[in-house]
């Protein structure tokens, strides 16, 4: 589902995010990139969103190649991913319903299913009795909650979710693993950044990438 | 398109709701709006005064053919008939001797009594052609060439100075239109831009939840083109306010230069302010959309 292949990403200002990356993600699977900040966890979701293309190598979602030319394909890439951004980016003043429904206005589902999807990641995330607050009103957590739902309810293929432990307690971080978890099924493959490894228990049916310095260190393997 | 049209009333709300987001600056944009389009009614409505003039002037250009003395009355008559059916000729008649005295007695007013040491009539019947300036070499050549013709009096001078006038004023009028019509759409599509680079993180949010980019531009354009229409409304009030305000003020004419009727000025700057708005909101929407275009 997703494949990287010698991947090598540098920025406009010469700074080289990644050096040959190869990895292989699979439909269903629960991955965790892990690596202190500044590895180059973010960058491999920019690339698999499209909002980076490769300098050298190929990155390809879906089956598609992520290219500079193919703004359609990236559109119709991003359509089938539930993205959980480290700063959220919730439109303001706008309700949390009205955030979760915006994600979802441009994909085929009828209004009845929109509405009715809204609903039910809001009631997911626990948040089914703040829908009507403005997203300015909430609090961190609460704003992070209505940006999974946003994801999820769109019922994607894939979810990522960079950072999201980031600013929490760790009571509240790790409900938030678990509450990302529990969306992975077998259409849905789940892929969730940290560099707050300590949260994370050893999983048996998880892969983790671990990074650093741009280099992909261990694949697979529980390393911690 | 389905989708388009089952998104409409969205994308209606999502205007108000973007008009409302910034109240203050919007209300800002749109009195920006209407003062330029006060200023852009103006020129236009002066444009059509100088072209009025320029018709004006044009009309009253005109030259006399005098007859040869074998020309009998009949056949000034043809003559004349002849001479109008040239190309660059609007009419002619015939003055004669009678109205050609009495012509000159108004020239000369209290001097007139100088005419009655003639015994005789000395003015001659003639052919008064009013013609096109821009056709006056061609007419002249063919009039002066005309059997029954002894000479053309071609007030050259004055002719080629009309001409002069007219040319100027119609340059004046185009490049005036021009300049306030592209500062105009400049000042708009910036303003439109700024509008839409105060939600840039909403655009750039959409772009990443893979929105395509009707579904983002629309609300967007359709803001600018409420705005650009409501200054386009409230620029024709206020035109229309100045035109009556001026008509009562001068009575319905400023000097020789003939004003065109009050209600035929006020239903053109009613109808075109906000129809040019309308336009100008889209375009400017559509180029302060595409100015702030950044990668996918």
Redesign the interface.
């Known amino acids: 589902m997703i494949e990287f292949k010698e991947v090598s990403l540098i920025y406009p200002d010469k700074t080289q995010a990644l050096y040959d990356v190869n990895l292989c993600i699979g439909q269903g699977e629960l991955v965790y990139i892990t690596g202190p900040s500044g590895a180059g966890k973010t960058s491999m979701l920019k690339l698999i969103?499209?909002?980076e293309i490769p300098t050298v190598g190929s990155v390809s979602v879906f089956d598609k190649k992520v290219r500079h030319s193919g703004?359609r394909t990236?559109?119709?890439?991003?359509?089938?991913?539930g993205?959980v951004?480290q700063e959220f980016?919730?439109?303001?003043?706008?309700t949390s319903l009205e955030n979760v429904i915006?994600?979802m206005?441009?994909l085929?589902i009828t209004?009845k299913q929109m509405k009715l999807q809204a609903h039910e990641a809001l009631e997911k995330v626990g948040l089914a009795h703040k829908k009507y607050s403005k997203v300015e009103n909430l609090s961190w957590g609460e704003a992070q909650r209505v940006a999974i739902a946003?994801a999820v309810a769109?019922k994607p293929s894939l979810i990522l979710a960079d950072e999201p432990t980031g600013n929490l307690d760790y009571d509240n971080a790790v409900n938030i693993l678990e509450l990302l978890k529990s969306f992975r099924n077998d259409n849905t493959t789940v892929i969730i950044t940290t560099h707050a490894t300590h949260l994370i228990k050893d999983e048996k049916d998880a892969t983790f990438i671990r990074i650093n310095n741009g280099r992909v260190t261990a694949e697979r393997g529980w390393t911690e | 398109m389905r989708?388009f049209f089952?998104?409409l009333g969205?994308f209606i709300k999502e205007s108000g709701?973007i008009i409302k987001?910034n109240l203050l600056s919007n209300i800002f944009t749109v009195i920006g709006t209407g003062l330029i389009l006060f200023l852009l009614g103006i020129v236009i409505a002066g444009t059509d005064i100088g072209s009025r003039l320029v018709t004006m002037l044009n009309e009253e250009a005109e030259i006399n053919g005098y007859f040869t003395k074998d020309v009998t009355t009949d056949k000034m008559q043809s003559i004349a008939e002849e001479i109008g059916r040239m190309d660059g000729v609007r009419s002619t008649r015939i003055v004669g001797e009678e109205e050609a005295k009495q012509r000159m007695e108004e020239i000369l007013g209290e001097e007139a009594s100088i005419l009655e040491l003639f015994t005789d009539n000395p003015f001659e019947a003639f052919v008064e052609i009013r013609i096109d300036v821009e056709a006056m070499d061609a007419v002249l050549d063919s009039v002066k060439d005309t059997e029954g013709i002894e000479y053309v009096r071609d007030n050259r001078e004055v002719l080629e100075k009309i001409k002069d006038i007219t040319y100027a004023l119609k340059i004046l009028g185009y490049l005036m239109t021009a300049a306030v019509g592209i500062t105009t759409l400049i000042i708009l599509s910036h303003m439109i831009r700024q509008g839409i680079y105060n939600n840039r993180?909403?655009i750039?949010?959409?772009?990443?939840?893979?929105?395509?980019g009707v579904?983002i531009g629309f609300p967007y354009v359709l803001t600018g083109v409420i705005l650009t229409v409501l200054g386009g409304i409230i620029a024709a009030a206020a035109v229309v306010w100045l035109i009556n305000g001026a008509y009562d003020s001068m009575g319905g004419t400023l000097l020789f230069i003939p004003l065109p009727p009050r209600k035929e000025l006020i239903d053109m700057m009613a109808l075109w302010l906000p129809g040019i708005s309308l336009v100008l909101g889209l375009f400017g929407s559509l180029f302060g959309l595409s100015s702030i275009r950044e990668k996918?």
């Open positions: 969103m499209g909002m703004t990236i559109r119709r890439i991003r359509r089938k991913i993205p951004f980016k919730l439109i303001k003043g706008r915006m994600g206005r441009f085929k209004p946003r769109r | 989708r089952y998104n969205y709701k987001l993180d909403q750039n949010t959409l772009k990443l939840l893979g929105s395509p579904f996918s």
